[in-house]
């Protein structure tokens, strides 16, 4: 398959290998990376990177041109091409913070979920300070955007794509574009039609680009239009243009054209596409939105990118593109000739679609569970997934699409209900395929809607469960005093709620919180608030384990005596319950703080008990860690030849595990502990 450049605005202008035109704009550009900047002509060094605009309107071919460029010179970077798109197909621009962070994911560059925009684009610029890369900032709607995003490397270029001046960024090098030239124009539209129709009337084909004003999505359409039709001229098509040439540009005077040749059904998705999250469009979604077959709306969309009227995506996965410069023409037919409702039902039944996929795609990671396999066996066809390899590909295809029809969904505000089972079956799914921390970054911005869904519709419960997500997030990237403020105010709203989850769980966070900043009284008094709450409701299991981080709490504190109370009553609680791995562990830590105490004997008697216990419960590398313990301790008493005996065998423990554990069964057992603890909670169990 060979290399095409593709407009941000709709235009295709390169195929078969080839470059269509600009060849006077794309010289200049190349000489304007040789040329001296400002800086370096007053004496100075330049203090970031050169930045080459091209300006011009959707649809240009301004990206095509970009692509072309980039494709050039890529050589002279070392360190590679980066890409990113700044603006929504509707033009509504991304967060400076979104832009960062895909550019850091394509450096495999690790960043903070939830990290403010300007920790964001201090860290690229940092990633960026020794390296020799090339980014490509497509559809900028603002200078602040590429301003936010320029390396401080004078060695990186930055090719920014916009459709008008970038004012406020110094010594940036502008390409403004126009009309193709008409023999590119006629060598773009003899790629449709065949170079037979151009040939045997060159003055009807040039009078054409002269309609279309060289404008090439607009000759795309046209082109697409007249392949479509082998036995009309192109004479006529110039011609019908020109009678309607006080009808808005030439790129919707095409379209009209084109448009309404189209039969209704199809006229009608079309339409409907301007629905679609952040312009792309697979199959199922153009299904949804139309109420057709999937295999229907495939076709359909084929025949839409032969038109010139959507772009075929590059993906494991049938996935389409809504062209930008088309998009407010879809916009203004959808919200002209379809009533609200009829729009809203079709949101709607996107929504839904989408909401059983993500369903079927997390279901398919569980076929160790007959009722999960019941559940995916209970779908229809047209929503399952063959394997779970087919499933991780599409929600990889589909992760902007999902995260922009969530955000959509709850700016939208009349589809709450459906917000709120996209965003925790996306969360879910996320988890369950890429894990916690692979999946933290998004998991941070879908709890920050449903935080937006709940406060604006009063609810307390499902305010509850986003704070203490957020707050989670934050506590695992650092941002502790962060996460303390939002437990704060989710144990406000789980007590305004009367959630005893949300509120015991809250508390508990608290006093956690607290003990990661070093407040030890205010730990083990949030956890003794939240140990009262537990032993009132009888929760044994939990009432024993907040035994255990009360002890810790004490520990810290050097209040040795109170841990070895507490621990002790962690111990019977854990002996009543059963649990015998629990038992264990308890009893490693007893014997820990006993050593910090200075008792070596009670030490030594308590860890060989623990020894036992975790034999028992099977737990390999915690006797290991126990045979350690002891091994330290008998040389604290002065019996070195039994300590080595003890670490000989705490060896030969870690040896036999390392020889049995089977490669990546960690990998299997932690998405379900991950999706455990990120559960949204407000979701009806169905879901």
């Given at each position: ?559 040795y005596g109170e841990a070895v109370r507490n621990w002790r009553a962690a111990l019977a609680g854990h002996r009543k319950n059963g649990d015998v791995a629990a038992h264990a562990r308890a009893l490693s830590e007893l014997a820990r703080v006993q050593e910090y105490a200075g008792h070596p004997e009670e030490c030594l008697r308590t860890c060989q008990e623990a020894v036992e216990w975790a034999r028992r419960a099977e737990d390999v590398r915690l006797q290991a860690a126990l045979q350690l313990r002891l091994a330290d301790t008998l040389d604290r008493l002065g019996d070195p030849a039994a300590a080595q005996l003890h670490r000989g065998a705490a060896e030969r423990l870690l040896d036999e595990e390392v020889s049995e554990e089977e490669p990546g069964s960690q990998q299997v057992d932690e998405p379900k502990q991950d999706a455990d603890a990120c559960e949204i909670r407000s979701t009806s169990a169905e879901d």
């Amino acid at each position: 398959m060979t290399d095409q450049a593709v407009d941000a605005g709709g235009v295709r202008l390169s195929g078969e290998g080839r470059f269509l035109g600009r060849t006077r704009e794309l010289k200049e550009l190349l000489a304007d990376i040789e040329r001296a900047g400002l800086d370096t002509l007053s004496g100075k060094k330049a203090p970031r990177a050169r930045v080459l605009l091209i300006a011009g309107r959707p649809g240009s071919g301004r990206t095509a041109l970009a692509e072309e460029l980039v494709r050039a010179v890529a050589d002279r970077y070392d360190d590679g091409l980066l890409r990113a798109r700044l603006s929504e197909p509707d033009g509504t621009p991304v967060p400076v913070g979104n832009s960062a962070r895909e550019l850091l994911t394509a450096l495999d560059v690790a960043a903070p979920a939830g990290a403010a925009e300007d920790d964001l684009t201090a860290v690229l610029r940092e990633a960026l300070a020794d390296r020799r890369s090339l980014l490509l900032l497509d559809d900028a709607v603002a200078a602040e955007q590429v301003d936010a995003l320029l390396p401080d490397a004078p060695q990186c270029l930055v090719v920014a794509v916009s459709g008008g001046p970038l004012t406020g960024i110094a010594d940036v090098r502008p390409c403004t574009l126009g009309g193709l030239d008409t023999k590119a124009a006629l060598e773009l539209l003899s790629r449709h039609t065949g170079s037979v129709r151009i040939t045997v009337d060159p003055r009807a084909a040039e009078g054409l680009v002269e309609e279309c004003q060289g404008h090439p999505a607009a000759l795309m359409l046209a082109g697409g239009w007249l392949a479509a039709r082998p036995k009309a001229a192109v004479a006529d098509l110039a011609k019908h243009l020109h009678t309607e040439s006080d009808e808005g540009s030439p790129l919707s005077r095409v379209f009209k054209l084109v448009y309404t040749s189209l039969p209704a059904p199809a006229a009608r998705i079309l339409r409907l596409l301007s629905l679609a999250p952040a312009g792309l469009v697979d199959p199922h979604t153009a299904s949804a939105l139309a109420g057709c077959s999937v295999s229907g709306a495939r076709s359909t969309l084929d025949d839409f990118v032969a038109l010139g009227l959507l772009h075929a995506v590059e993906s494991p996965l049938p996935q389409y593109e809504v062209p930008g410069c088309l998009y407010p023409l879809l916009k203004a037919l959808a919200d002209t000739q379809d009533r609200p409702a009829e729009l809203q039902l079709a949101r709607a039944r996107m929504l839904e679609r989408t909401v059983r996929l993500l369903q079927s795609s997390r279901a398919i990671t569980e076929t160790d569970s007959a009722d999960a396999r019941e559940k995916l066996q209970g779908m229809p066809p047209s929503v399952r997934f063959p394997n779970p390899r087919a499933a991780e590909d599409w929600l990889r295809a589909r992760r902007p699409a999902l995260l922009a029809a969530a955000r959509h969904a709850v700016a939208d505000g009349e589809l709450d209900t459906l917000a709120r089972r996209l965003m925790s079956q996306f969360v879910r799914a996320m988890v369950a395929h890429f894990g916690m921390k692979a999946a933290a970054p998004d998991l941070y911005d879908i709890h920050g809607l449903v935080l937006d869904v709940a406060e604006r519709r009063a609810l307390p419960r499902e305010r509850a469960a986003a704070l203490l997500n957020l707050a989670d997030l934050d506590a695992q990237t650092g941002r502790t005093r962060e996460a303390l403020t939002r437990y704060r105010a989710a144990l406000d709203a789980g007590r305004e709620a009367n959630d005893p989850y949300a509120t015991g769980r809250a508390m508990e966070s608290v006093g956690g919180a607290h003990l990661e900043l070093g407040d030890y009284d205010r730990a083990a008094d949030w956890f003794g608030r939240a140990l009262a709450q537990r032993l009132a409701r009888d929760e044994r299991a939990e009432a024993a384990r907040l035994y255990g981080r009360i002890a810790a709490a004490h520990t810290y504190a050097g209040r040795y005596g109170e841990a070895v109370r507490n621990w002790r009553a962690a111990l019977a609680g854990h002996r009543k319950n059963g649990d015998v791995a629990a038992h264990a562990r308890a009893l490693s830590e007893l014997a820990r703080v006993q050593e910090y105490a200075g008792h070596p004997e009670e030490c030594l008697r308590t860890c060989q008990e623990a020894v036992e216990w975790a034999r028992r419960a099977e737990d390999v590398r915690l006797q290991a860690a126990l045979q350690l313990r002891l091994a330290d301790t008998l040389d604290r008493l002065g019996d070195p030849a039994a300590a080595q005996l003890h670490r000989g065998a705490a060896e030969r423990l870690l040896d036999e595990e390392v020889s049995e554990e089977e490669p990546g069964s960690q990998q299997v057992d932690e998405p379900k502990q991950d999706a455990d603890a990120c559960e949204i909670r407000s979701t009806s169990a169905e879901d």
